[in-house]
């Protein structure tokens, strides 16, 4: 038999994963729906008129950003657990098949449940409240400016996932954490990279974003040109595949 992998032996894990987890699951998308409709209905009924699409794509974008990460990094959190890390990693499966599980589950999985309950939820709410003379109109993701968020999300995924098995205990904020230092450190060299590259003092040099400094009493906007920023997305894609590579090793590494 395969030691990397075995679809029959992936999906006996697959099910025995989900014999185990789905009253977490489940509670988990209670939860979820729960804070969705609690919050849609007090926009719904405290706003004067129907939240538009840029509206609830703001609310969309930050519940998954937020809900997606913690969830993701709880996938793993067997292997955090003394008692419950031996019968994981003695479990008869590969890494790559238990690696395969949890980011199915975390990824794949939860992007399509989460946007089910988010439209159930906003159909929901649209259906109990009218604007008289107003049309409602709901979010449409079929669309060429929203090749971000899945983006950003698997960026955010890879970082959650690597430290769902990284670290033993407290992985999201550990994680969270990490990131915000790392984001911080790196702003820092970019700020004194363009601050000796132009010879001007700046406040702020954000990665990816504009540069913007005084000069002899004049302000100046510095920003990246179209065909520059089209490799943006997929440098993060390439980011996201070499930590999900990372992640996968480590789990290895804790099974060896």
């Not at 009253?23 to 998308?29: E, F, G, K, N, T």
């Amino acid at each position: 038999m395969n030691n990397f992998f075995s679809l029959k032996r992936f999906f006996r894990l697959f099910i025995k994963h989900t014999a185990e987890h789905y009253r977490i699951y489940l509670m988990s998308v209670g939860v979820l729906a729960g804070v969705m409709l609690l919050g849609g209905a007090f926009i719904f009924y405290v706003i004067p008129e129907p939240p538009d699409p840029g509206m609830q794509m703001a609310i969309f974008i930050v519940l998954l950003l937020i809900s997606g990460s913690i969830f993701t990094s709880t996938v793993f959190s067997d292997y955090g657990i003394k008692n419950q890390a031996i019968p994981a990693l003695t479990l008869p499966a590969s890494s790559f098949e238990k690696f395969l599980v949890g980011w199915l589950y975390s990824y794949p999985i939860f992007m399509a449940i989460y946007t089910g309950v988010f439209y159930l939820v906003l159909w929901g709410l649209s259906s109990t409240k009218q604007w008289p003379g107003q049309h409602f109109e709901a979010l449409n993701l079929v669309q060429p400016n929203v090749y971000m968020l899945p983006v950003l999300f698997t960026f955010l995924h890879a970082l959650a996932i690597f430290g769902a098995i990284f670290f033993e205990k407290l992985q999201f904020i550990k994680i969270g954490f990490a990131f915000f230092i790392g984001y911080a450190v790196v702003m820092l060299l970019n700020t004194f990279f363009f601050e000796v590259l132009i010879g001007e003092s700046i406040n702020a040099a954000i990665p990816f974003g504009y540069l913007n400094f005084n000069s002899q009493n004049h302000f100046y906007s510095i920003a990246a040109t179209a065909p520059a920023t089209a490799w943006i997305p997929l440098a993060m894609v390439i980011a996201s595949v070499l930590i999900w590579v990372a992640a996968y090793f480590r789990l290895k590494e804790k099974q060896v």
